[in-house]
């Protein structure tokens, strides 16, 4: 069992926490005779376009009170649910995602005065997170929100429908590059890979090329989806022996 303590320590890559496997001693899988431990990180990674795009569209109105700030938030927010619904944008993909009613201040008479500040009206705010899936009518979405009486766009984020044929085509291209770099370090030991006897993943997507709002209102929005990257990474355990 000297040649597999040797082995270990020379090529064994340290895993981070997240992906170490969650197994107690006695499950660990156990060598045979002549057998050495190899222990392999490898990446893959598929490429493809995204299909749901995501913004969140804010409105920002005032009044002299907290009511009449709200009662004008509310119709503006309609007007924006409104555009959206009319370019397809289902119900479900619709969401507040945040509201708040502040109190504006008149803190430079308070200064000037020595008084304390004062309230001289109210600002209502709202945030409404869309789904929109018709990316090529994106950037006429985004006009007639804005045209609705939309303040500001954030985003957009784009996203896959379904992640699941990316993630898989990631996997099968990670465990096969896992594979190969197995095969060679135990080709130029002279042994053979033996079987597998432990594997653990992480995964991520990341967004590649541009994927901005790049214009005002003033001009048409110009938007460009690029291209989303599903990585996994994958923590291989193999048991090596000779040929």
Same mark, same amino acid.
């Not at 170490?20 to 005779?33: C, G, I, M, V, Y």
């Not at 005032?62 to 619904?85: F, H, I, P, Q, W």
């Given at each position: 069992?000297? =040649? @597999? ?9 340290? +895993?981070?926490?997240? @992906? /170490? ?42 009044? /002299?009170?907290? /009511? ?25 993909? #619709?969401?507040?995602?945040? =509201?708040?009613? &502040?109190?504006?201040?008149?803190? !430079?008479?308070? !200064?000037?005065?020595? %008084?304390?500040? %004062?309230?001289?009206?109210?600002? @209502?705010?709202? &945030? ?8 090529? %009518? ?29 993630? /898989? ?13 197995? !095969? ?8 053979r890979v033996a079987r597998v006897l432990q594997l653990s993943e992480r995964g991520e997507? &990341? ?10 209102? #003033?001009?048409?929005?110009? +938007? ?15 048991? #090596? @022996?000779?040929?």
């Amino acid at each position: 069992m000297r =040649l @597999a303590g040797l082995i270990a320590a020379a090529l064994a890559v340290s +895993l981070p926490a997240a @992906a /170490r496997a969650q197994t107690s001693p006695s499950a660990q899988p156990r060598l045979e005779p002549g057998e050495a431990l190899l222990r392999i990180e490898a990446q893959g990674s598929h490429v493809s376009t995204p299909d749901v795009m995501r913004m969140t569209v804010g409105t920002v109105t005032t009044g /002299r009170t907290a /009511r009449e700030a709200t009662n004008s938030n509310n119709l503006v927010s309609a007007k924006l649910v409104a555009a959206a619904r009319a370019f397809g944008v289902e119900r479900r993909d #619709i969401q507040t995602s945040s =509201l708040s009613v &502040d109190p504006q201040m008149d803190e !430079d008479r308070a !200064d000037r005065e020595g %008084r304390e500040p %004062r309230i001289t009206g109210y600002v @209502a705010k709202n &945030d409404i997170e869309l789904r929109f899936r018709d990316l090529a %009518r994106a950037p006429e979405l985004i006009d007639a929100l804005f045209e609705a009486g939309a303040n500001s766009v954030e985003g957009p984020r784009f996203s896959l429908s379904d992640p699941l044929p990316a993630q /898989r085509l990631a996997r099968r291209a990670a465990v096969a590059a896992a594979r190969e770099q197995a !095969d060679t370090y135990a080709e130029a030991l002279g042994m053979r890979v033996a079987r597998v006897l432990q594997l653990s993943e992480r995964g991520e997507v &990341d967004a590649m090329g541009f994927n901005g709002l790049i214009n005002s209102t #003033i001009a048409p929005v110009s +938007l460009e989806a690029g291209v989303l990257q599903t990585r996994v990474t994958v923590n291989v355990e193999y048991a #090596i @022996a000779p040929r």
